[in-house]
């Protein structure tokens, strides 16, 4: 039968060593780097998003909220919030077309951080992964090294 304690305790200190880096590299992977990467763009969505939480706030909007885009004049640029085209945008680009809430648009925005967050999660992870394969086989490779050159040692 496998028990986990016992092969811990005959783990020598390379393979010990080994396995706390691997440790700290699936941490790394599966938090800290998924983190970094999604706070680098988050600027800019959070500040499309607020735009857009002004513009639903704003009752010249409400046509673009739930009229067909196809019928109304693209609006121009703001940063602000103060002339629809972030909802426009989010319409046009996320929704295909499809009406518009609050609602929507907060869930939206949620889904999409979480998919972003699982994805880059998904990929430090999988780095991770790569990394302690890696370095075990470093380790594997010098031990064997070592090895051969004390076999030619003991041959002399």
């Keep these: 039968m496998f028990d986990l304690r016992t092969k811990m305790r005959n783990l020598n200190g390379w393979r010990r060593l080994w396995l706390v880096v691997s440790f700290a590299f699936v941490v790394w992977g599966a938090l800290v780097y998924p983190l970094e990467l999604s706070e680098k763009g988050s600027i800019g ?3 499309f998003k607020w735009a857009v939480e ?9 046509d673009y909220l739930k009229k067909d885009l196809m019928y109304l004049p693209i609006p121009e640029y703001s940063e602000n919030g ?3 085209w972030h909802i426009y945008t989010h319409r046009e680009t996320s929704l295909e077309g499809k009406q518009m809430s609050a609602e929507t648009y907060e869930a939206n925005f949620a889904s999409k951080e979480r998919k972003m967050f699982l994805s880059f999660a998904g990929q430090g992870l999988a780095l991770s992964l790569v990394a302690s394969a890696c370095l075990y086989l470093l380790g594997w490779t010098l031990n064997w090294i070592r090895v051969g050159f004390r076999n030619t040692a003991q041959k002399d």
């Design 45 to 47: 969505r959070y500040n």
């Design 54 to 62: 002004k513009e639903l706030k704003n009752p010249k909007c409400e």
């Design 82 to 84: 103060s002339t629809c």
